[in-house]
């Protein structure tokens, strides 16, 4: 296994066991440049969702609804809140791989990875939410629905 050039790097730690072999370099490289595409495709969802909210905020101002076309504005300004951190972290994460391969630095690599780490942590706790307000959901129109077939159901007198 070929160990990470430190030379020219800054780099004054120890050997601090885990290096990255010469052959995963080109797999960081393409990972690197996946992982760019899709935090540009992020940020173009999260500037669609900004239209949207800019939008919803114009014709709440113009229309009868307002009201309720200002809570989806709301939620459109939640939503881009919630979506742009792990979409900025997973940029981060491309441009210190590309550093960290260009330089081979060890620390630049775990800086590199730290960042994915974020991404993944905060796209796991946005996904536990996310399921549990689903679950919450359906558990409230399932006890919606049975408040109401009760309203429709004749009384038999038992």
Do not use: C
């Not at 440049?33 to 101002?61: D, R």
């Not at 942590?121 to 409230?140: D, N, P, Q, S």
């Amino acid at each position: 296994m070929d160990q990470i050039s430190t030379e020219n790097s800054g780099y004054t730690g120890a050997n601090e066991g885990l290096l990255i072999p010469e052959s995963a370099i080109p797999y960081l490289n393409s990972t690197r440049k996946w992982t760019l595409f899709f935090a540009v495709l992020g940020f173009v969802l999260i500037a669609l969702m900004g239209l949207g909210f800019v939008t919803m905020l114009i014709v709440s101002a113009v229309s009868p609804l307002g009201g309720i076309m200002a809570i989806i504005a709301v939620f459109y300004a939640v939503l881009i809140a919630v979506y742009f951190f792990p979409v900025y972290y997973l940029l981060k994460f491309s441009e210190e791989a590309k550093k960290a391969i260009a330089s081979r630095n060890p620390v630049t690599i775990a800086k590199s990875f730290r960042y994915l780490n974020l991404h993944f942590k905060i796209a796991g706790i946005i996904t536990i939410v996310f399921l549990a307000l689903y679950i919450i959901f359906i558990i409230g129109m399932m006890m919606y629905g049975m408040y109401f077939a009760s309203l429709f159901t004749p009384n038999l007198g038992y």
